[in-house]
Each structure stands twice: as structure tokens, then as C-alpha cells.
């Protein structure tokens, strides 16, 4: 049986790419960035599911899924941003960023 040998090779500038990728991530700013978005995301998928009653998508293939996906995100930011004219809070963040311990 002939002897086989494999060989990966890994770009140097992909390992750079992903140092800068972990440094940016550590950072207090990184922190407290990946801390928020946690609690934004969970948020928008509860008001898609709950107060505009999306619950399936209609159609049918990739294209179709992702023009459907489209559509509900802009319908979602048209209706935030409604809110936000009526109630007076344009130019103003929905969360602070929060300090991390």
C-alpha cells in the first residue's frame, strides 16, 4: 500500500486577519459591543414573531425565501422608525452601551 501524505497550508495573511479578529473582540469596546447585541437580536426576531404575526415564510426556494426576508426587515425598520417620529425620539440610541465588570 503506497504511503500518503497530506498538506495543509494556511495563509499568513489569513492568520493576521484573525489576530486582529481576536484583539478586536477582547477589546473593552469589542465586550461591550457582543454584550448589547445580544439583547438587540433577541428583540427584533420577538417583535417579527409576536407583533407583525410573521411566523412561516410563503414561498419557496432560496431567492424567494431571501426576498420575503427582505421585505419583513424593511417593513420592521419602516414601522420602528414611524414610532420613532411619533413619539419624538429621532437621533437618540435605543441602548446605551453598557460597561462591562
Avoid at 437580536?41 to 426556494?61: I, N, P, Q, V, W
Avoid at 441602548?95 to 465588570?101: H, N, Q, T, V
Wanted: charged share 35%; proline share 0%; glycine share 6%.
Amino acid at each position: 500500500m503506497e504511503q500518503r501524505s497530506k498538506v495543509l497550508n494556511v495563509s499568513k495573511k489569513m492568520q493576521e486577519y484573525r489576530k486582529q479578529d481576536l484583539e478586536n473582540i477582547l477589546s473593552e469596546e469589542g465586550t461591550q459591543l457582543r454584550m448589547n447585541r445580544s439583547i438587540q437580536a433577541e428583540g427584533s426576531f420577538a417583535e417579527t414573531k409576536e407583533d407583525m404575526g410573521f411566523r412561516r415564510y410563503l414561498y419557496r426556494g432560496h431567492d424567494s425565501i431571501e426576498s420575503e426576508s427582505i421585505l419583513i426587515a424593511l417593513a420592521r425598520n419602516v414601522r420602528k422608525l414611524h414610532c420613532k417620529i411619533q413619539n419624538g425620539h429621532t437621533g437618540r440610541y435605543l441602548f446605551e452601551l453598557k460597561k462591562s465588570a
